[in-house]
T-cell receptor, first 112, second 111 residues
Framework: QKEVEQDPGPLSVPEGAIVSLNCTYSNSAFQYFMWYRQYSRKGPELLMYTYSSGNKEDGRFTAQVDKSSKYISLFIRDSQPSDSATYLC????????????FGTGTSLTVIP | DADVTQTPRNRITKTGKRIMLECSQTKGHDRMYWYRQDPGLGLRLIYYSFDVKDINKGEISDGYSVSRQAQAKFSLSLESAIPNQTALYFCATMGPTGELFFGEGSRLTVL
């Protein structure tokens, strides 16, 4: 079993839709959770960074962490064509600076 | 200018050639990483360094070597490139609160 599972999609939505992207994980020691956006032929760009459980909101983006279910989500409100990209989740445990675990990414297309 | 800069951005080479990918950063971070990204496999750690005198192997270090020339510079070498090293390579730094910042990537093709 992989440490982090992420549905690769592809996911296609109309402009203005609410998008939900998800990852599940198996290691209960994970405490730091990240979402990255990666455009084609570009490097991953950090979108959201959360510690432990709860929600974090930044503009149209909301990150949720449910540690009891080992499940994290990224919601995108009022999706735009410019949101079309691959979204990667990443996580790590405390005091393990080298051990980041990544999902394989979900490809999202927002149709105008 | 990008905070994490990788050169070259694209490189095509032949089997058996020595290749160096370079990374420099202006973020002032001590911790630097090299990852490769393959379709369906995600990001896999090749090497990481916590400071100039500290080099550590990641999960897929065979066939690769690194050099940390300064706090800001971390280079990845393929001593004798082979076709299955064709991939997208990323350098990253770790911020003080534990998040990773990536460069734009170096696309390597080994023929």
């Amino acid at each position: 079993q992989k440490e982090v599972e992420q549905d690769p999609g592809p996911l296609s939505v109309p402009e203005g839709a609410i998008v939900s992207l998800n990852c599940t994980y198996s290691n209960s020691a994970f405490q730091y959770f990240m979402w990255y956006r990666q455009y084609s032929r570009k490097g991953p760009e950090l979108l959201m960074y959360t510690y432990s459980s709860g929600n974090k909101e930044d503009g149209r983006f909301t990150a949720q962490v449910d540690k009891s279910s080992k499940y994290i989500s990224l919601f995108i409100r009022d999706s735009q064509p410019s949101d079309s990209a691959t979204y990667l989740c990443a996580m790590r445990a405390r005091n393990t600076g080298n051990q980041f675990y990544f999902g394989t990414g979900t490809s999202l297309t927002v149709i105008p | 200018d990008a905070d994490v800069t990788q050169t070259p951005r694209n490189r095509i080479t032949k089997t058996g050639k020595r290749i160096m990918l370079e990374c420099s950063q202006t973020k002032g971070h001590d911790r630097m990483y090299w990852y490769r990204q393959d379709p369906g496999l995600g990001l896999r750690l090749i090497y990481y360094s916590f400071d100039v005198k500290d080099i550590n192997k990641g999960e897929i270090s065979d066939g690769y070597s690194v050099s940390r020339q300064a706090q800001a510079k971390f280079s990845l070498s393929l001593e004798s490139a082979i076709p299955n090293q064709t991939a997208l390579y990323f350098c990253a730094t770790m911020g003080p609160t534990g998040e990773l910042f990536f460069g734009e990537g170096s696309r390597l093709t080994v023929l």
